[in-house]
């Protein structure tokens, strides 16, 4: 469910019955039939960087239904470093789990941004402060005192609701991603 054309990277998220595995805390990956399939790109096996600057160029296109996020990850779930998620919330800043194992955002809530536009999303890692910033705008900056170890990109696309036939297929848009860490 991946495609590049015009040198843009597409997720596509698509109505179609497919045979997976979802994650179960009390069983494991457990086979489960789909209505819908999409995808997830990682650079797990390739690329990891500690600290830098990380950006995206991301077409700004929200579906309530589908859960879209470009995301940095270490070796463990949390915390997740979030340059841009769309769907029922579009926001940034950072998924974590609390004492309890429940997840919580800290970050904001981005308004204001036009729906099929593309921006430059990027988060700056300095010791353990985070900013993040939109087209060279500062929206949000905090300080993750355990975030130690190298990340990896992920790009995904997750449906979380029936999507209408009209939006079909929904599309999760990158132009590019650029990493840079310093000397």
């Given at each position: 469910?991946?495609?590049v054309a015009?040198?843009?990277l597409s997720i596509?998220?698509k109505?179609?019955k497919?045979?997976?595995?979802?994650?179960?805390?009390?069983?494991?990956?457990?086979?489960v039939d789909?209505n819908?399939?999409?995808d997830?790109l990682?650079?797990s096996r390739?690329?990891?960087?500690?600290?830098?600057i990380?950006?995206a160029k991301?077409?700004?296109?929200?579906v309530?239904e589908v859960?879209?996020?470009?995301?940095?990850?270490g070796?463990s779930?949390?915390?997740q470093i979030t340059?841009?998620?769309?769907?029922?919330?579009?926001r940034?800043?950072?998924?974590s789990?609390?004492?309890?194992?429940?997840?919580?955002?800290?970050?904001?809530?981005?308004?204001?941004?036009r729906?099929?536009?593309?921006y430059i999303f990027?988060?700056e890692?300095e010791?353990h402060?985070?900013?993040?910033?939109?087209?060279?705008?500062l929206?949000?900056?905090?300080m993750?005192?355990?975030?130690?170890?190298a990340?990896h990109l992920n790009?995904?696309s997750?449906?979380?609701d029936k999507?209408?036939?009209?939006?079909?297929?929904?599309?999760?848009?990158?132009d590019?991603?650029?990493?840079?860490k310093?000397?």
């Amino acid at each position: 469910n991946v495609a590049v054309a015009y040198n843009k990277l597409s997720i596509l998220t698509k109505r179609e019955k497919t045979s997976g595995k979802q994650w179960l805390p009390d069983r494991g990956f457990v086979p489960v039939d789909f209505n819908y399939s999409s995808d997830i790109l990682s650079t797990s096996r390739s690329f990891w960087q500690k600290e830098g600057i990380f950006e995206a160029k991301i077409r700004f296109k929200p579906v309530k239904e589908v859960v879209c996020s470009c995301h940095l990850l270490g070796e463990s779930v949390s915390p997740q470093i979030t340059l841009v998620e769309t769907g029922p919330k579009n926001r940034v800043g950072v998924l974590s789990l609390n004492g309890s194992q429940k997840p919580e955002f800290t970050g904001i809530t981005l308004n204001g941004l036009r729906k099929g536009k593309y921006y430059i999303f990027t988060v700056e890692w300095e010791n353990h402060h985070l900013t993040w910033k939109i087209i060279e705008r500062l929206i949000f900056e905090t300080m993750l005192p355990d975030l130690e170890e190298a990340v990896h990109l992920n790009l995904i696309s997750l449906v979380i609701d029936k999507i209408k036939s009209s939006r079909f297929p929904v599309s999760f848009e990158t132009d590019w991603i650029r990493c840079y860490k310093k000397k």
